[in-house]
């Protein structure tokens, strides 16, 4: 089994569509590991999005990240990353297919709904970012 990284981002914390995310994931053949409620600071927003520090979006998307509360997740099944992804739908919800998460509840390309890591070394990175070892190794 491989695990992943989901954030479930501001707007939809904002629009009460955790739950429905959360049961959407389970639905797809998710396993949830580990789940954190938590609100970024400014700093831990911007070390998470360190790798688009030169992009035009990033102040925006700093801003928007430590808006409100966020839930981060440890997801497992096989295959992880890239069905996260598939199940996500496109960044930029108009372009997402029927039935993905962003499509369902994202309703811009920054407040897009949730947030998957793009690779299994990405997603290693990312869970620790936001779970300790011990955290981890208690949901295997």
Same mark, same amino acid.
């Given at each position: 089994? $491989?695990?992943?990284?989901? *954030? ?6 904002? @629009?009460?569509?955790? /739950?429905? &995310?959360?049961?959407?994931?389970? %639905?797809? =053949?998710?396993? &949830?590991?580990?789940? %954190?409620?938590?609100?970024?600071? $400014? @700093? ?10 030169? #992009?035009? +979006? ?11 509360? *966020?839930?981060?997740?440890?997801? @497992?099944? !096989? ?9 996500? =739908? ?7 297919? !029927?039935?993905? *998460? ?6 811009? *390309?920054? #407040?897009?709904? &949730?947030? /998957? ?7 290693? %990175?990312?869970?620790? +970012? +936001? +779970?300790?070892?011990?955290?981890? &190794? @208690?949901?295997?």
């Amino acid at each position: 089994m $491989e695990r992943t990284l989901t *954030i479930i981002k501001p707007d939809s914390m904002e @629009a009460s569509n955790a /739950g429905n &995310i959360l049961a959407l994931l389970e %639905k797809e =053949g998710f396993e &949830i590991q580990a789940l %954190k409620r938590m609100r970024l600071s $400014e @700093a831990q927003a911007q070390r998470f999005y360190e790798v688009h520090r030169e #992009r035009p +979006f990033y102040d925006s998307l700093v801003a928007y990240m430590t808006s409100g509360p *966020i839930i981060a997740a440890a997801l @497992a099944r !096989e295959d992880a990353v890239p069905q996260l992804r598939k199940v996500m =739908g496109a960044t930029d919800p108009a372009s997402a297919d !029927e039935g993905t *998460i962003r499509a369902l509840y994202g309703s811009s *390309i920054e #407040r897009n709904a &949730i947030h /998957g890591s793009d690779s299994p070394e990405n997603a290693q %990175k990312e869970l620790h +970012f +936001f +779970f300790s070892r011990a955290e981890l &190794i @208690a949901a295997e």
